[in-house]
Each structure stands twice: as structure tokens, then as C-alpha cells.
């Protein structure tokens, strides 16, 4: 008869002589062939262990290791300033991306191969059997894990070798550093972001045109129930910044019967003849709401499902949006065509701390 190791219970083999008539063969479980545990092979010391002056050239090769993933660090940061992307040069692109990640490998590889050096070369390599228990450890478990660590500290030389230590320290400290640069350059330069998330190329008289062609829109030309991607007037000429302007001011055109659209008083003339612009920037997380139901008047959002209500100022009706869509005031100008009456009057897209 057997015993497991987790309390003593018997578990005994289906065809062993004596089992337990209702036992399984499918479920007894019993090792029949067992292999004697071979045990561990005799220690064998390295040549770190014998000889101190080698121990001494494997602490310096692995500060040394550390001190260099500092310099990389230190390399991807001078790296960014020193070779910036200049606009619309690849070149620029090319050795900007090279030197940094030289300075970031060099980094990130010296810390790990002085890593593995101090482990193979310099701590203690002896062998220890750790055997399966329950997860919950006991108090003499807990103070024998405390005696481990205190062992651990001590073979290693971690609080001893402050050299070494206080070098991995660094190098560990300085290697984030040029994730903090390069997430700051994908900010706008020299621009304050706040203003340029306020505000859109809409301005007074801009005349609504279809996107992409750029052509004008004339309020005779958006039917009932109709609805169209709109652009403001000279986007499509913009030499650069085009899909920045573009994913700001983009705006959704549609046509509901006047009686159908339930206005604030304060918005009564931002729409014209039924026809109503909104921002088609998702105040989620920014994606284009560009599905239009035109029964229910609903607009959706595809990535994850915001619902607004055309009919009601675009407030959210489903989803996880926290803000109606933005609405773009409307009018005519004198030849028919449609034009804003102003910028939107609160940024659009999703929120942002400093979003008023
Ligand atoms: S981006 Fe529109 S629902 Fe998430």
C-alpha cells in the first residue's frame, strides 16, 4: 500500500494483491516501476571559489557590465537629441532609430549578461532539494523562508558588495529614463497641447465639404435621411498636418425632419432646415463614429459600441462614451452652400485632464 504526499491517504494499484475491490484501474493511482532518486551530483567547485583573484575579475567584469548599461542609457537619451527626426527625412528617421536602440541594447544587454555572470560566477552555486508542500506555508515554513532570504543576501553578497549593488541599482534606475524622452517626442513640439486639442480649422464661414473630394455641400443636396463624412473646406489643400486637422474636425452631415430633432432653446439656430452636424470623433476613445441609423436617427460607434441619439443633441443612449458627440453649428451662405457658424464650442474626442 502507498501514502501521497499530501497527508498520509492510502492509495493502492487496482491489480495489486489485497486492493480495495471497488478500486479503478482508471483511477488508482501507483508508480510501479519506480526509479530510486539518483540524487545530486558532488559539488564541484569553480574556479571563482578557489581562487580569489579570480573572483575579484569576475566582481569587476560584472560592475563593470553594470556600469556600461548605464552609459547606454545614458547614449539612447544623448542619442534622441543628438540625431533628431527632422520632418519628411527618412534619413533623419533612420539614424535616430540606430542610435538609439544601440544606446537601449547595450543597456538592456549588459545588465543581463552581468546579471547571469554574478549568478554563474560569483554566488553561491550550491544545490538545494526544495521539496512539494501545501501552499500555505507554516510558521516554522515562514521563518525558514526568512532564514533563506537572510542566507540568500548572504551568499550573494548583495548587501555586502555594495560595488556591485549600487551599480545594478543604477542601471536599473537609469534604464526607464529613455522611455520618459521618447514618450515626451511623441507630443506635439513647442505647441501647446491643450490649445491644440481645443480647437479645429472649423472657423465662421467655412463651408462643409464632402470627404475626400473636398467639395462643397449645398443644403439642397442633403436629402432626408441622408447623411454624409464631411471635411471643412481647405483641408485637402493643407501641405502638412492634414490627418491631424482631419482627425479633429471631421464631422458627420444629416438630414432629419425639423420636427424630429427635440432642441435646446439655446441651440435652435445651430442646425438648418433639419440638417444637423456633429463631431465624428467618438468621445470614447477617439474612434470614428461613422454608422448611421437612419430609422431610429441613432448613431454608432464600432469599437465598442457607443450609441448617440441624433434626435437628442447626440447624447449617449449605450456604451461606454461619457459625452454626447460635439455638435458643429450650422447655416447657409448666400450661394446655398452649408458653412459653420463657428468652431465647436468644446473640444472634441475623448476627455483629457485639463478638458474644460
Ligand atoms: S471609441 Fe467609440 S465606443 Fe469606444
Known amino acids: ?30 508508480a510501479r516501476d519506480a526509479v530510486a532518486n539518483p540524487g545530486l551530483p558532488p559539488h564541484r567547485k569553480r574556479v571563482t571559489d578557489l581562487d580569489p583573484k579570480k573572483e575579484r575579475t569576475a566582481e569587476r567584469t560584472v560592475y563593470t557590465l553594470f556600469y556600461l548599461s548605464i552609459v547606454g542609457s545614458v ?17 533623419s528617421v533612420r539614424l535616430n532609430n540606430l542610435f538609439i536602440g544601440i544606446g537601449l541594447a547595450l ?8 546579471a547571469v555572470h554574478w549568478g554563474k560566477a560569483i554566488m553561491s552555486d550550491h544545490e538545494g532539494v526544495d521539496e512539494r508542500h501545501p501552499v500555505q506555508g507554516t510558521d516554522e515554513t515562514r521563518a525558514r523562508a526568512i532564514e533563506i532570504f537572510q542566507e540568500a543576501n548572504e551568499e550573494s553578497g548583495f548587501g555586502r558588495r555594495t560595488l556591485i549593488r549600487n551599480s545594478l541599482i543604477g542601471a536599473l534606475v537609469a534604464f526607464p529614463l529613455p522611455a520618459v524622452v521618447l514618450f515626451r517626442g511623441l507630443g506635439p513640439q513647442d505647441e501647446n497641447p491643450v490649445e491644440l486639442l481645443s480647437h479645429t480649422m472649423w ?47 471631421a464631422v458627420l452631415l444629416m438630414r432629419l425632419k425639423p420636427q424630429d430633432l427635440n ?32 430609422q431610429t436617427h441613432h448613431l454608432l460607434c464600432p469599437c465598442h459600441q457607443s450609441q448617440f441619439d441624433v434626435s437628442n443633441h447626440c ?7 461619457k459625452r454626447p458627440l460635439p455638435q458643429l453649428p450650422i447655416a447657409v451662405d448666400a450661394e446655398g452652400y452649408l458653412i459653420a457658424q463657428s468652431d465647436f464650442t468644446e473640444p472634441v474626442g475623448p476627455s483629457f485632464w485639463e478638458r474644460s
Open 203 to 249: 472657423k465662421k464661414g467655412t463651408r462643409l465639404t464632402i470627404d475626400p473630394s473636398g467639395t462643397p455641400i449645398k443644403a439642397s443636396d442633403v436629402t432626408l435621411g441622408s447623411a454624409f463624412h464631411v471635411i471643412p473646406e481647405g483641408l485637402v489643400d493643407l501641405e502638412h498636418g492634414r490627418l491631424e486637422e482631419k482627425a479633429k474636425a
Open 1 to 30: 500500500m502507498a501514502k501521497d504526499d499530501n497527508g498520509g491517504k492510502d492509495i493502492i494499484a487496482a491489480d495489486s494483491p489485497g486492493a480495495h475491490p471497488e478500486a479503478s484501474a482508471g483511477t488508482a493511482v501507483v
Open 107 to 114: 543597456a538592456l544587454l549588459a545588465i543581463g549578461i552581468g
Open 263 to 294: 432642441e435646446l432653446p439655446e441651440r435652435k439656430d445651430w442646425s438648418y432646415d433639419g440638417i444637423v452636424a456633429y463631431s465624428k470623433i467618438c468621445t470614447h476613445v477617439g474612434c470614428p463614429v461613422a454608422l448611421y441609423e437612419q
Open 75 to 91: 547614449w539612447a537619451i544623448a542619442a534622441y537629441m543628438i540625431f533628431p527626426i527632422i520632418p519628411e527625412d527618412t534619413g
Open 315 to 321: 447624447e449617449v443612449i449605450f456604451g461606454p462614451a
